[in-house]
């Protein structure tokens, strides 16, 4: 079982940044492929970002493309999100998550099975 805990979320404003962490224990971090999720109220949860297990492959949704980041340091245990270029869109629960499924299935939720409680990120105009 792989305990995931979010940290780095708040507010801030339009044009601003803000760097999220996401710490792992309980299993083998290097095994698992992980990613960052958003959801906002009345959306559906939404993948932001994915990064394999070897860090050698990133996925960005259009939405975020050139101005978020993923990186993971397998060393540490830990992935972490950039976030740059904020917009007031940007604004939802942030999510990561860990799984062992395929890079075509990354886009699924349901493809992946370890969860963090997610943070609040929430950018003001």
């Known amino acids: 079982q792989v305990h995931l805990v979010e940290s780095g979320g708040g507010s801030v404003q339009a044009g601003g940044s803000l760097r999220l962490s996401c710490a792992a224990s309980?299993?083998?971090?290097?095994?698992?492929?992980m990613a960052w999720f958003r959801q906002s109220p009345g959306k559906e949860r939404e993948m932001i970002a994915a990064i394999t297990n070897g860090g050698g492959y990133q996925y960005y949704a259009d939405s975020v493309k050139g101005r978020f980041t993923i990186s993971r340091d397998n060393a540490k245990n830990t992935v972490a999100l950039q976030m740059s270029s904020l917009k007031p869109e940007d604004t939802a629960v942030y999510y990561c998550?860990?799984?062992?499924?395929?890079?075509?299935?990354?886009?699924?939720?349901?493809?992946?099975?370890?969860w963090g409680q997610g943070t609040q990120v929430t950018v003001s105009s």
């Open positions: 309980g299993g083998t971090f290097s095994s698992y492929a």
């Open positions: 998550a860990a799984g062992k499924g395929t890079v075509s299935s990354y886009v699924y939720t349901n493809s992946w099975n370890f």
